[in-house]
């Protein structure tokens, strides 16, 4: 039985135990409702006020037996309460040392500024990838929220430099900036980038001139959601299809097709190896359908003499088993 239930169990009987005595007494002495809950609570409660009425001798033989089984629960009660508050306490102690224990092991992690209704979007699309994830979130409504979504979180606010660096920031792979309002998320990206200058920093701007600033306050990328969704919804009435395939590909809990990007490692075996003598059609039944060089430049439907070169991006779509399996390959 769970600590919170036990305590209200042991509450409804001490209420039940206060109401069977006064019954008692008035059947017992024959006194109004009124003193006979005035003569068990005092008798309960061991204050001795005195009798209300004198008590017959049958009056004193039910008081000590009202002594003996309520005093003695009463106590009960007052030991369950105490130790409720104080497992209580200790459990959240232990919960968030253990929480500081675990932000304390990542390295190359994501910090997510904000867990509102993007912010936890975002973090459940994260997850559906071996990604280490912190949130830090300064409303502690929301702390329910992410304790349910099972995330690990620091609670304080981000203009302070000390919530971040608590976070991992030194050794983080990147900050999202997903706060309320724009000013927040410009002063937010200011420290991030003044504490960590090769950090990658992705921001939400609510507004379109508020992109500007963002990248000027040292932003790697700024996305407005807004401008994101309005594009999506005029694609979906103009490249329906498109727009269809992309969300079949894009979508984690698929199994028949996704769209995936590779690494390639410089120690994979296909290092350095021509497309056509890869075997990543023969043998994966996968389509490479664009390739991301090392200088940045995004090759499409790179032709069969393309090489694989080392540290180039391979965006391939396929079965799920099957891009897994070149992943194997190529970052090996």
């Known amino acids: 039985m769970s600590g919170a239930r036990q305590l209200i169990i042991s509450v409804l009987i001490t ?71 104080i497992e209580g306490r200790i459990r959240v102690i232990l919960g968030r040392r253990r929480l500081d224990k675990k932000i304390d092991r990542l390295r190359n992690h994501y910090i997510v500024c904000g867990y509102g209704r993007i912010g936890r979007v975002l973090c459940m699309n994260l997850r559906q990838k071996p990604i280490d994830i912190v949130v830090i979130e300064k409303s502690p409504d929301l702390i329910p929220v992410m304790e349910e979504d099972k995330i690990l979180y620091l609670s304080g606010d981000t203009e302070e430099e000390g919530i971040l660096l608590k976070a991992g920031i030194m050794r983080a792979k990147g900050l999202i900036a997903v706060l309320g309002t724009d000013v927040d998320n410009v002063f937010l990206v200011l420290t991030a980038r003044q504490l960590n200058p090769k950090l990658f920093i992705m921001a939400r701007a609510i507004y379109k001139e508020s992109k500007s600033k963002l990248l000027a306050a040292g932003a790697t990328a700024v996305e407005s959601p807004y401008e994101v969704g309005a594009v999506s919804m005029a694609h979906r009435i103009i490249r329906p299809t498109v727009t269809s395939f992309l969300d079949l590909a ?83």
């Open 15 to 85: 209420f039940v135990i206060i109401l069977c005595g006064s019954w008692g007494y008035m059947v017992i002495e024959g006194w109004d409702f009124l003193d006979s809950l005035f003569m068990t609570v005092t008798t309960l409660t061991t204050v001795g006020y005195g009798e209300v009425h004198e008590l017959g001798q049958s009056g004193k033989i039910y008081s000590i037996v009202l002594i003996f089984v309520g005093v003695g629960y009463l106590g009960y009660v007052g030991a369950t309460l105490v130790q409720y508050m």
């Open 250 to 332: 894009l979508t984690y809990d698929r199994k028949d097709i996704q769209m995936e990007e590779i690494p390639i490692s410089p120690s994979s075996t296909l290092a350095n190896v021509m497309l056509k003598n890869s075997g990543i059609r023969q043998e994966y039944n996968l389509i490479i359908i664009a390739i991301k060089q090392v200088d940045g430049s995004m090759m499409f439907n790179p032709s069969f003499e393309t090489r694989l070169e080392p540290g180039a991006t391979v965006i391939a779509v396929g079965q799920e088993q099957d891009l897994l399996k070149l992943e194997k390959i190529l970052y090996s």
